[in-house]
């Protein structure tokens, strides 16, 4: 049992490394080398074949892993955060919160319409 802790601890390790080391050349990648235009400078040549979404579903799609993740990683790994009291707590925390961002944007967002 111990061994494949260390097994798993050295495999999240690698990963972590690997992740560092890609990081710089993505970025350069990203900044340097691929043009990105949006919003008044948004031309169809980038997205031809996606047309313009809307804000609602664009806001939902990107603060929608906010909540989905952590939840996602409570039921896989869920001894981790049910055994340890603190865990718990900031972890209900930030799930309320995102949670109550999304309710009071998304609501927002259609009273607005």
């Known amino acids: 049992m111990v061994h494949q802790l260390e097994d ?6 690698n990963i972590s490394n690997v992740i560092i080391l890609i990081s710089p050349v993505t970025l350069l990648v990203l900044l340097l080398i691929t043009p990105a235009p949006y919003g008044r400078y948004h031309n ?12 609602r579903l664009g806001w939902l799609v990107m603060e929608s892993p ?5 939840a996602l990683v409570i039921w896989i790994y869920p001894c981790r955060f049910t055994s340890n009291l603190p865990n718990m707590v900031l972890m209900s925390l930030y799930l309320i919160h995102y949670f109550y961002r999304y309710v009071k944007i998304m609501w927002g967002m259609c009273k607005i319409k």
């Open 8 to 13: 798993i601890q050295a495999y999240n390790d």
């Open 44 to 55: 169809y040549k980038w997205f031809s074949s996606v047309q313009d979404i809307s804000g």
């Open 66 to 70: 906010n909540i989905w993740v952590p």
